[in-house]
């Protein structure tokens, strides 16, 4: 079973950046594919961004594509989520994800393991 355990929120005023780290139990973080999600009060978790097993290739959803960059270190079994330009409505609370799958296409990727979140509030 892989562990996750998510870092760096904060607060932040509107404009500002943070980043966010997810360091990762295992061996073999270096197949897997790994995404960041996040959840408001009140809304369904939402999915922010996912990068491929090497790290090649990405995937953003419109909502913060441009603004939010994932990125990865497999030797030091970390992904990253820099986050720029923030809006109030980035305020949530922010999942690292992974599943030991390495997927061609990372759309509708089915995660199995979740970190406990870490809270990001976007002032204004």
């Known amino acids: 079973q892989v562990q996750l355990q998510e870092s760096g929120g904060g607060l932040v005023q509107a404009g500002g950046s943070l980043r966010l780290s997810c360091a990762a139990s295992?061996?073999?973080?270096?197949?897997?594919?790994m995404g960041w999600f996040r959840q408001a009060p009140g809304k369904e978790r939402e999915f922010v961004a996912s990068?491929?097993?090497?790290?090649?290739?990405?995937y953003y959803p419109d909502s913060v594509k441009g603004r939010f960059t994932i990125s990865r270190d497999n030797a030091k079994n970390t992904v990253y989520l820099q986050m720029n330009s923030l809006k109030p409505e980035d305020t949530a609370v922010y999942y690292c994800?992974?599943?030991?799958?390495?997927?061609?296409?990372?759309?509708?990727?089915?995660?199995?393991?979740w970190g406990p979140g870490t809270q990001v509030t976007v002032s204004s």
């Open positions: 990068i491929n097993w090497i790290g090649s290739s990405t």
């Open positions: 295992g061996r073999a973080f270096s197949t897997y594919t």
């Open positions: 994800a992974a599943t030991p799958t390495m997927y061609a296409v990372l759309v509708n990727v089915p995660y199995e393991y």
